[in-house]
Nanobody, 123 residues
Framework: QVQLVESGGGLVQAGGSLRLSCAASGGTFSRLAMAWFRQAPGKEREFVATIGWGGAKIYYSESVKGRFVISRDNAENTVDLQMNFLSREDTAVYYC????????????????WGQGTQVTVSS
């Protein structure tokens, strides 16, 4: 069983940056595809970014492409999300997710989830 714990959320002004981190335990991290999703109030959970085992496969949603960077450290069992040029539309609870095998963009394809971390962007 894989456990995921997110950290790094908080309040930031529009145009600012924030770095989220997700620590994994209980599994073979280097065999997991990792992803970030987010859910804003009143909206469905949406895909943000995903990264494959070795970091070669990386995909972003159109809404964050060019602003967010996902990365992983297989030695530390962590996956990070560097978020730049934040806007109010980025306000949401951000979730770390993991699945065995290949990357996916659909939340239903992920087996393991963290509890989420709140990101609030003020104008």
């Amino acid at each position: 069983q894989v456990q995921l714990v997110e950290s790094g959320g908080g309040l930031v002004q529009a145009g600012g940056s924030l770095r989220l981190s997700c620590a994994a335990s209980g599994g073979t991290f280097s065999r997991l595809a990792m992803a970030w999703f987010r859910q804003a109030p009143g909206k469905e959970r949406e895909f943000v970014a995903t990264i494959g085992w070795g970091g070669a496969k990386i995909y972003y949603s159109e809404s964050v492409k060019g602003r967010f960077v996902i990365s992983r450290d297989n030695a530390e069992n962590t996956v990070d999300l560097q978020m730049n040029f934040l806007s109010r539309e980025d306000t949401a609870v951000y979730y770390c997710a993991a699945r065995h095998f290949d990357v996916r963009r659909e939340s239903g394809e992920y087996e393991y989830w963290g509890q989420g971390t709140q990101v609030t962007v003020s104008s």
